[in-house]
């Protein structure tokens, strides 16, 4: 089959390169692959700083949307032929791609399969962090007040229409006004974080309260703005470092207003805890999806082997919501 792989002979590099099919062990099943998200943890892979778990594929690709074509021992038989979104330990840059039975969303009559591809990874983390760290219920947040950092993002726009679609009042910064319009259009008072402050506008928008959580993918950068920005018991919860990983905070706050601060990453969670955020992703968020109460925002359909044009776009920030990857 066809992948993507990491070019050994020029680091930081991908390279088309024909590769084994790989056989689904038990519990497995093998996606044919209509789409793959691409996502900012496939571009700190390509520079050496996020490797795959023990076991996975060494090539990019955390998410991924098709049929299942085959299946090892223990798994439904119902699922083959399925339409399927799956968050993966990695390898879906590729035509084939092996998934954990229990990572799947099997796909309401009539979406998009493609469209599916930029799902799985940003629906995962977002509910996984505002419901856990974040400690927000997974149904009804009426009256929660919530930060997204990097609203134009995969990630951020998907946690902006959970957010809404639970009640959420929700702030998101994006990067120039007319991003933080789309941002608008989502349900979020939209923030150009290039020309506005948002703890000066969060804290007047909150009556000087502040909110009860942030989502954050900036980094050090915000850190002692974040905590700022709290209202007293709030949670940051930052499951980024797009802009530094050291940075300084004045603890007084954290400790005179029972704030707290959460560092998570989705890829290296053990197999059991990924299984169970696919559970409650599936009990929670799928009826909103089948609903339309969430969706991906696509960036651009790109062959995969354009999978380095994609990666210049993050880098870049020129991408709303995702770039898919078709095989």
């Known amino acids: 089959m066809r992948a993507m792989i990491i070019d050994e002979s020029a680091p930081g590099t ?11 062990g038990p519990g497995q099943v093998l996606v044919e692959v209509a789409a793959a998200g691409v996502n900012r943890a496939d571009l700190l892979q390509l520079a050496g700083l996020h490797p795959p778990p023990a076991g996975a594929p060494p090539w990019p690709g955390l998410e991924v949307s098709g049929h299942v074509v085959a299946a090892g021992e223990g798994v439904d038989p119902a699922l083959m032929g399925a339409a399927v979104a799956a968050l993966v330990d990695g390898g879906g840059y590729a035509e084939l791609c092996l998934a954990h039975a229990d990572d799947l969303v099997v796909l309401p009559g009539g979406y ?12 995962a ?20 007040t919530v930060v997204v950092h990097g609203g134009s993002g995969g990630v951020g726009s998907i946690a902006i229409q959970w957010l809404r679609a639970t009640g959420a009042v929700v702030f998101a910064t994006a990067g120039g006004p007319d991003r933080a319009a789309r941002c608008d259009a989502l349900g979020a008072y939209g923030i150009d974080h290039r ?12 009556g000087e309260r502040g909110v009860d959580v942030i989502l954050d993918v900036v980094g050090a950068a915000y850190l002692e703005r974040n905590v700022s920005a709290l209202a007293e018991h709030g949670r940051l919860v930052i499951i980024g470092m797009q802009k530094g990983t050291t940075g300084e905070v004045n603890l007084a706050p954290l400790l005179f207003g029972w704030r707290s601060i959460h560092g998570t990453v989705l890829r290296n969670r053990t197999r059991d805890e990924k299984a169970g955020i696919l559970a409650d992703v599936r009990r929670d968020v799928l009826p909103l999806i089948e609903r339309g109460q969430v969706r991906v925002f696509e960036h651009e359909r ?16 020129e991408v709303f919501g995702k770039v898919l990857l078709l095989p």
């Not at 998009?112 to 629906?123: C, Y």
């Not at 977002?126 to 927000?136: I, K």
């Not at 790109?302 to 920030?317: I, T």
């Open 195 to 206: 020309s506005e402050d948002f703890v000066r506008l969060v804290r007047e928008a909150t």
């Open 125 to 144: 983390t977002a509910y996984s962090n505002l419901t856990g760290p974040g400690g927000l219920d997974p149904r009804d947040n009426t009256g929660r």
């Open 14 to 24: 991908l390279i088309e390169a024909d590769v084994p099919t790989p056989d689904p």
């Open 112 to 123: 998009d399969v493609v469209a599916a591809g930029g799902l799985p990874e940003a629906v």
């Open 302 to 317: 790109l062959p995969l082997a354009e999978a380095a044009r994609a990666h210049a776009a993050m880098a870049a920030g």
